[in-house]
């Protein structure tokens, strides 16, 4: 295999995992964000104020070191080695740093999430709940039929922010060791003494967040047959 | 008896009294109008009969029975903006509180036989729809958004919405403010039609060359009472009261 090949076979090994990172993160952080956002505008103040909290500390901190911070975590809450973690849960040790990678990326994009909930929520006319008060619809019809489809249609752009992000952000989880695509691209410079990985690398990217843009371009499109 | 009252309805928003004893009285297939000056009550009277907000205390007496408000189950209300679900078609913002109706009527059934009864009902749903919307005239708008259509056929569609649910008494909050004047002759001629109908009607409105133009019997709201009631004679044309005189005045010169 000549040495062009390997290195894109490498690279290809550590998109896998910025791709996994990625699904991880938007498959729980989107839901949990809207547990986040509830619980954060919760009537009883002591959950809220814990909740705005969290919101607070987590976006006011970088996300590296809230990575690091929940691999030190076993070790302060039970002093137990992850060594010892890991034989636990019948997983290897890079399997379980992957673990504490996506508890962190899951948190982190929730409370941007929440946020970006909460301004969508927010932007929704008044009338629009007392209409359906009026005309007798249910609490839950109110909510899924009525107002969860225009706060959906007026936060896909700024989400589709955070997820032309967070296909950077995956980058940070090499601090673990993970090896995802930048930390394979600087594997293979390293080894070959080159320098084409990181091109290639940033081509990676490029084409993700490409790839990523045009589907989220069709959502707001596909939104787009009405207006607020 | 009248069809509908409103006894000693009272409504404190922490210590400023809203609604203070009102009390007034319509009966069944009339056109009432409330007028007054803004910040005396008015749209507060509308939001406590629909159940927006809560009432401190008193009673309100459809033919002969007492209502609780907060379970609106009596009134339609015609927004001042309308308040149409702007990612529906003209045609379901009518049959989705409809086929609401329905489903808690069906609230006993099993899961599945609810369904197929649903799939049934929105055949019916559909046909109900389409024969309001035939009849305030927009039945060519049916698959339309609410963004499409103008202010005066977005306040049809609120109609036909209200409508659609039977209420005993249909109220309107302002219902002129957004509309032209060719517009506003079009919806009085329609709040008309509905009275021919059989419908009991209150609106509250400023307008009121477009109160002239409807009502049967006029109120006049002031710091929460009915100052004076009586019909458009005593009330808009010849009034004894020096503060409608003043506010018809004042009005005048306004317009």
Redesign the interface.
């Known amino acids: 295999m000549g040495p062009t090949l390997d290195i894109l076979s490498q690279l290809g090994n550590g998109f896998l995992y910025t791709i996994l990172l990625f699904v991880i993160t938007l498959v729980l952080s989107i839901p949990l964000g809207m547990i986040i956002y509830l619980l954060a505008k919760s009537k009883f103040k002591p959950l809220s104020y814990l909740f705005k909290g969290i919101i607070w500390v987590i976006r006011g901190t970088p996300l590296m070191l809230q990575i690091l911070l929940v691999s030190f975590l076993p070790m302060l809450l039970f002093n137990a080695m992850n060594k010892e973690i890991a034989s636990f849960f019948n997983i290897t040790i890079s399997q379980l740093l992957f673990v504490f990678v996506s508890i962190a990326f899951v948190f982190n994009y929730a409370c941007y999430f929440a946020e970006i909930y909460r301004a969508g929520f927010e932007s929704i006319?008044k009338?629009?709940y007392?209409?359906a008060?009026?005309?007798?619809?249910?609490k839950s019809?109110t909510f899924f039929?009525?107002i969860l489809?225009?706060v959906i249609?007026r936060i896909v752009p700024p989400m589709s922010n955070e997820v032309i992000t967070l296909v950077k952000d995956t980058s940070l989880a090499q601090i673990l060791g993970v090896v995802e695509l930048l930390s394979s691209a600087n594997h293979a410079v390293n080894q070959y003494v080159v320098l084409t990985p990181l091109l290639y690398a940033g081509a990676f990217y490029l084409i993700f967040t490409f790839i990523l843009t045009v589907l989220l371009t069709k959502l707001e499109k596909k939104l787009s047959?009405?207006?607020? | 008896m009248s069809y509908f009252e409103i006894k000693n309805l009272t409504k404190k928003y922490g210590d400023q009294i809203v609604l203070d004893d009102l009390s007034m009285e319509m009966n069944k297939g009339e056109i009432s109008v409330i007028i007054g000056e803004s910040g005396n009550g008015k749209t507060t009277l509308l939001r406590c009969l629909n159940g927006l907000t809560d009432i401190n205390s008193g009673f309100v007496i459809i033919d002969g029975k007492e209502i609780d408000c907060s379970k609106n189950n009596n009134f339609g209300l015609i927004f001042q903006n309308f308040n149409l679900f702007p990612q529906y078609t003209v045609l379901e913002n009518i049959t989705i509180p409809l086929m609401s109706m329905y489903k808690r009527s069906l609230n006993k059934l099993s899961f599945t036989k609810k369904q197929k009864v649903l799939k049934s009902k929105q055949q019916e749903c559909n046909t109900i729809s389409f024969e309001l919307l035939e009849k305030i005239g927009l039945k060519d708008k049916a698959n339309n958004y609410p963004f499409e259509l103008s202010g005066g056929q977005c306040q049809r569609v609120a109609i036909a919405r209200a409508l659609a649910l039977k209420p005993s008494i249909l109220c309107f909050d302002e219902p002129t403010s957004a509309l032209d004047p060719k517009t506003t002759i079009e919806i009085s001629k329609l709040i008309k039609e509905l009275k021919q109908e059989g419908y009991t009607v209150l609106i509250i409105t400023h307008d009121i060359s477009f109160a002239k133009d409807v009502a049967d019997k006029v109120y006049f709201l002031k710091k929460g009472k009915v100052l004076d009631n009586g019909n458009v004679e005593e009330i808009l044309i010849n009034p004894k009261n020096e503060d409608i005189k003043n506010f018809l005045g004042s009005n005048n010169k306004e317009s």
């Not at chain 1, 047959?225 to 607020?228: L, M, N, R, T, W």
Request: aromatic share 10%.
């Open positions: 006319n009338g629009q007392e209409a008060k009026v005309l007798n619809l249910t019809e039929k009525i489809p225009q249609k047959y009405y207006e607020v």
